[in-house]
């Protein structure tokens, strides 16, 4: 059973800037969009950032400017460069590998943005 396995995430003043990472245990084949997904406290799962395997990228209006998503769909790795951080960017950030038949999510990591 392939996992995602994420990394990066941890407590940050605001201001500041983290890098999250996933990476797949074992080859994902048919790969077309790569992302990242946050989800605060009371609030719906959404979509942070995307990458497709074109390398065209999608985000979030909250964080056009500040985040950037990179990776590489052949070693199914994905990442999340975040600066600028704020308070509201608090929440679980989800790694998510969508492929033709399917997709598969990381467990989570936990970012707080907090003084």
């Known amino acids: 059973q392939v996992q995602l396995v994420e990394s990066g995430g941890g407590l940050v003043q605001p201001g500041g800037s983290l890098r999250l990472s996933c990476a797949a245990t074992a080859s994902i084949s048919r790969v077309y969009v790569m992302g990242w997904y946050r989800q605060g406290s009371g609030n719906q799962r959404e979509l942070v950032a995307s990458i497709t395997t074109a390398g065209s990228t999608d985000y979030a209006d909250s964080v056009k400017g500040r985040f950037a998503s990179s990776g590489n769909s052949a070693r199914n790795t994905v990442y999340l460069q975040m600066h600028n951080l704020k308070p509201e960017d608090t929440a679980v950030y989800y790694c998510?590998?969508?492929?033709?038949?399917?997709?598969?999510w990381g467990q989570g990591t936990q970012v707080t943005v907090s003084s």
């Open positions: 998510n590998i969508k492929r033709q038949y399917g997709e598969y």
